[in-house]
């Protein structure tokens, strides 16, 4: 089993930027995809970014590319994701996942075995 802890989220105004974290304990090791997602009220789970842990590319939703940033620090086991620019439409429970395997559909939520508790992110215009 893998356990995920995001901390980092927070209220700040629009234009602003946040750091989530995400640490991982446990078996790590079985982890090949890391990812963000995020939940709106009212609104289903979507794909924010991704990192495939064994070269570290990156992946992002349209509604994120240019302004989030996705990264790895193997040694403290964390991802982190940065996000500039934030609009209030960025408002949402931010959560990390863990998938077992890198697959092409990254991007959907039923890839990913581990998830976190979810952090929230308010951004206010």
């Known amino acids: 089993q893998v356990q995920l802890v995001e901390s980092g989220g927070g209220l700040v105004q629009a234009g602003g930027s946040l750091r989530l974290s995400c640490a991982a304990s446990g078996r790590t090791f079985s982890t090949a995809t890391m990812g963000w997602f995020r939940q709106a009220p009212g609104k289903e789970r979507e794909f924010v970014a991704g990192?495939?842990?064994?070269?570290?590319?990156?992946y992002y939703a349209d509604s994120t590319k240019g302004r989030f940033t996705i990264s790895r620090d193997n040694a403290k086991n964390t991802v982190y994701l940065q996000m500039n620019s934030l609009k209030p439409e960025d408002t949402a429970v931010y959560y990390c996942a863990g998938a077992r395997y890198w697959s092409t559909s990254y991007y959907v939520t039923d890839q990913y075995r581990y998830w976190g508790q979810g952090t929230q992110v308010t951004v206010s215009s």
């Open positions: 990192i495939r842990l064994s070269d570290g590319r990156t």
